[in-house]
Structures are given as structure tokens and as C-alpha cells.
């Protein structure tokens, strides 16, 4: 269980695909052979059989496409403000689809604003790519990268003990087959899932179709539910009472509901009707 609640906190999800150029350069496949035809090599590479087409591939061979993260920051006075923003901003502009471009704008972020960081199994995967694909794509994030002498002298985003980087999976408890996924926990929370039949194994298909706007709206549930899960631990670790607990849902539901209003963010008032809907099943509407 984590032990505190920082002043600036990111709910953040990643979302990547495998990458075509690892896969012609690990491969020595041809420049000009199809990318969904090199993804299918890839996967052939690491192990695909009839039962499972699509084996896990080590994130130094995946792209990463989109980072949503919902951010609460408090003030002095104690006013609490709630965002929700993603990487990239426009789909439609391949320069801010760009992976490097997005890497860096994040890891900049993190490293100028110093957050308390909150994903679901972040340190096993989120950061993990986001610190090998910064690698290999050449950018530099000091500010993120800064570490203390001792663990308890600074914020730490490499630590898994760090109150920095809070990994809800592991905060949870249990291990192997016992351990709920994020979507498991949310629904049984009364918070949305996974909507709409999109899931982690449809962004691969979504990127090869140009769908970098279904992955950005994907992403951005992903995050919205991992800050929900987050204040629902946070309430249960009794960082917030009843009443701030609800005041703190009302601010998400809030943000959702003025951002839902642009034609472009119709899929956050599907995720808030589906909120709805959760939320009356499971007595707490």
C-alpha cells in the first residue's frame, strides 16, 4: 500500500504496438516489405502458434503510440483541480504522432513538475518502455532521470519502493492467478472497464488501420479508470473520508462532463454513462 498522496498526482497508461523498423532491422527484412507483413514476422520470430498469434514482444522491439494520464494537483490552499490530457494531441498530424516527440514530451513533463506518478503494473511495463524506447530513440530526460542518495531524500521514478512511482498492482497485494487486472477491479468497483470491445489486443490492428484516434480515445479510458481505481485505494487507505471521496469522484465526473462536450470527446460521455450504469449495479448510484 502506498503512503501518501503527493500534491501533484498522474494517473497515466501507455499504450504501444510492435515496431516495424526493430522488426527490419532485428529481421533483415526487406526495407520495403508491408508493415502489417513485418509485424506478422515479428510475431512468427518470438513464438506465434494457432493458440496464440500475437506473443509478447520485448519492449525495446515495440513503438509506443499514446500516453493519457489524469492529473489532480492541490494547491496550497487545499483546491483541487482535475485534467485529463494525452499524447498525442492531434492524431491527425503525424509530427505529433511522432514517438520520440511524445516520449519527450512526457518525461520532460514528469521531470519539470516532479508528480507523484500512478499506473497499473507501470513498473513492469509503462516505464519500463517509455525508459528503453527513450533509449533507443535518442532523447534525454535528466529531470526524470535524477536520482537521490538515499531513497527517502527526493522523488525517485526508478525505485519500486518509491512513493514517486505508484504501482496500483503491487499495491493491491497478491501474485499469479490471484492478482485482478485493472479491468477486474474497476468493474467491480463500479468503474468502467474496457468499452466498446477494444482492448489491449486490438491497438496492434487499430495502428496498422491508421486508428491513432481509437487508440488515443482507448488510452484515455485506460487512465481515466486507473485514477478512479487510485481513489478508491486512496479512500480505502484512508486518505480521503466518505464525503471527500465522493467530492473527488464529482470532480472527475465534472472534467468528463465539460470535456465530453466538444464533438471530439464523445467518447468520454459513453464513459460516463457507462460509469452511470456501474455505479447503479453495484449499489452506489
Same mark, same amino acid.
Given at each position: 500500500?502506498?503512503?501518501?498522496?503527493?500534491?501533484?498526482?498522474?494517473?497515466?497508461?501507455?499504450?504501444?504496438?510492435?515496431?516495424?523498423?526493430?522488426?527490419?532491422?532485428?529481421?533483415?527484412?526487406?526495407?520495403?516489405?508491408?508493415?502489417?507483413?513485418?509485424?506478422?514476422?515479428?510475431?512468427?520470430?518470438?513464438?506465434?502458434?494457432?493458440?496464440?498469434?500475437?506473443?509478447?514482444?520485448?519492449?525495446?522491439?515495440?513503438?509506443?503510440?499514446?500516453?493519457?494520464?489524469?492529473?489532480?494537483?492541490?494547491?496550497?490552499?487545499?483546491?483541487?483541480?482535475?485534467?485529463?490530457?494525452?499524447?498525442?494531441?492531434?492524431?491527425?498530424?503525424?509530427?505529433?504522432?511522432?514517438?520520440?516527440?511524445?516520449?519527450?514530451?512526457?518525461?520532460?513533463?514528469?521531470?519539470?513538475?516532479?508528480?507523484?506518478?500512478?499506473?497499473?503494473?507501470?513498473?513492469?511495463?509503462?516505464?519500463?518502455?517509455?525508459?528503453?524506447?527513450?533509449?533507443?530513440?535518442?532523447?534525454?530526460?535528466?529531470?526524470?532521470?535524477?536520482?537521490?542518495?538515499?531513497?527517502?531524500? =527526493?522523488? @525517485?521514478?526508478? %525505485?519500486? /519502493?518509491?512513493? +514517486?512511482?505508484?504501482?496500483?498492482?503491487?499495491? !493491491?497485494?497478491?501474485?499469479?492467478?490471484?492478482?485482478?487486472?485493472?479491468?477486474?477491479?474497476?468493474?467491480?468497483?463500479?468503474?468502467?472497464?474496457?468499452?466498446? =470491445?477494444? @482492448?489491449?489486443? %486490438?491497438? /496492434?490492428?487499430? +495502428?496498422?488501420?491508421?486508428?491513432?484516434?481509437? !487508440?488515443?480515445?482507448?488510452?484515455?479510458?485506460?487512465?481515466?479508470?486507473?485514477?478512479?481505481?487510485?481513489?478508491?485505494?486512496?479512500?480505502?487507505?484512508?486518505?480521503?473520508? @466518505?464525503?471527500?471521496?465522493?467530492?473527488?469522484?464529482?470532480?472527475?465526473?465534472?472534467?468528463?462532463?465539460?470535456?465530453?462536450?466538444?464533438?471530439?470527446?464523445?467518447?468520454?460521455?459513453?464513459?460516463?454513462?457507462?460509469?452511470?450504469?456501474?455505479?447503479?449495479?453495484?449499489?452506489?448510484?
Amino acid at each position: 500500500m502506498f503512503k501518501s498522496v503527493k500534491h501533484d498526482v498522474w494517473a497515466f497508461d501507455a499504450e504501444w504496438v510492435p515496431d516495424p523498423d526493430a522488426g527490419r532491422l532485428l529481421y533483415d527484412l526487406p526495407a520495403d516489405m508491408p508493415d502489417f507483413e513485418v509485424v506478422q514476422e515479428m510475431w512468427r520470430q518470438n513464438g506465434a502458434t494457432e493458440e496464440k498469434p500475437r506473443p509478447f514482444l520485448k519492449y525495446a522491439m515495440s513503438r509506443l503510440v499514446s500516453i493519457a494520464m489524469v492529473t489532480r494537483s492541490q494547491d496550497p490552499q487545499g483546491n483541487v483541480t482535475i485534467d485529463l490530457r494525452v499524447q498525442p494531441r492531434d492524431p491527425d498530424n503525424p509530427d505529433d504522432c511522432d514517438e520520440a516527440a511524445i516520449l519527450s514530451r512526457f518525461l520532460e513533463s514528469v521531470g519539470r513538475r516532479l508528480p507523484q506518478l500512478v499506473g497499473f503494473n507501470s513498473t513492469g511495463s509503462d516505464l519500463p518502455i517509455m525508459i528503453q524506447r527513450g533509449i533507443i530513440k535518442g532523447i534525454t530526460a535528466a529531470g526524470f532521470c535524477i536520482r537521490p542518495d538515499k531513497p527517502w531524500e =527526493g522523488y @525517485d521514478y526508478f %525505485s519500486r /519502493a518509491s512513493e +514517486w512511482n505508484v504501482d496500483l498492482m503491487t499495491a !493491491i497485494g497478491e501474485w499469479g492467478k490471484a492478482r485482478p487486472s485493472l479491468k477486474e477491479m474497476a468493474v467491480l468497483s463500479g468503474i468502467p472497464g474496457k468499452m466498446g =470491445g477494444f @482492448d489491449g489486443d %486490438s491497438v /496492434a490492428e487499430a +495502428w496498422l488501420d491508421g486508428g491513432i484516434r481509437r !487508440i488515443a480515445q482507448y488510452n484515455q479510458h485506460d487512465a481515466v479508470t486507473t485514477y478512479l481505481v487510485w481513489l478508491r485505494i486512496a479512500h480505502f487507505a484512508g486518505f480521503f473520508n @466518505d464525503d471527500q471521496y465522493r467530492e473527488e469522484q464529482d470532480l472527475v465526473r465534472s472534467m468528463l462532463e465539460e470535456k465530453a462536450k466538444s464533438p471530439e470527446n464523445g467518447h468520454l460521455a459513453e464513459y460516463v454513462q457507462e460509469w452511470d450504469r456501474l455505479k447503479g449495479m453495484v449499489g452506489e448510484g
